[in-house]
């Protein structure tokens, strides 16, 4: 069974920073593409940022420079660095992991970012 489970989310004030872990259990990590995805209250799930197995990252316009997305196939987990963070960020955020076609999902965690 895969299991993808976030931690590292909760209250950060304006300007501060957190690191999201996603550990993935139940399939080999290291063939996976990663993400980060979010939604924030009354909006569509976005991506925030993508890692492929081979290690190539793609970040949203809205947080590159801020963000950094890595993984480490040792641990089987993706880690989302986030920095300078505003209110706009505030969202709960969802591991994605991508395999042959099949998609799986954290169950999300949230994050919060008072001005």
């Known amino acids: 069974q895969v299991q993808l489970v976030e931690s590292g989310g909760g209250l950060v004030q304006f300007g501060g920073s957190l690191r999201l872990s996603c550990a993935v259990s139940?399939?080999?990590?290291?063939?996976?593409?990663m993400g980060w995805y979010r939604q924030a209250p009354g909006k569509e799930r976005e991506l925030v940022a993508g890692?492929?197995?081979?290690?190539?990252?793609n970040y949203a316009d809205s947080v590159k420079g801020r963000f950094t997305i890595s993984r480490d196939n040792a641990k089987n987990t993706v880690y989302l660095e986030m920095n300078s963070l505003k209110p706009e960020d505030t969202a709960v955020y969802y591991c994605?992991?991508?395999?042959?076609?099949?998609?799986?999902w954290g169950q999300g965690i949230p994050v919060t970012v008072s001005s």
């Open positions: 139940g399939i080999t990590f290291s063939f996976l593409n």
């Open positions: 994605n992991a991508i395999f042959i076609g099949l998609t799986y």
């Open positions: 890692v492929s197995s081979s290690g190539n990252t």
